[in-house]
């Protein structure tokens, strides 16, 4: 059995994310030219784009 350092640690589990058709393609057309999964490919891009989304205004309403 073989020690997995804690930040290297992976939790799986499935979640069901809707997007776009065009938005899948590129997705699966990007992975397919990287040899990558899906999975890795979206991780890699939401690493990228955090910041600018989180920088991206409340919607109306979410503020408590």
Not at 32 to 37: E, I, N, T, V, Y
Not at 56 to 62: H, N, Q, R, S, T
């Amino acid at each position: 059995l073989t020690m997995i350092p804690k930040k290297f640690e992976v939790i799986r589990f499935k979640r069901s994310v809707y997007i776009p058709a065009d938005l899948l393609a590129e997705i699966q057309a990007e992975s397919a030219r990287q040899d990558r999964s899906h999975s890795w490919l979206v991780q890699q891009a939401w690493k990228i784009g955090a910041a600018t989304v989180r920088a991206l205004p409340d919607a109306p309403g979410d503020k408590e």
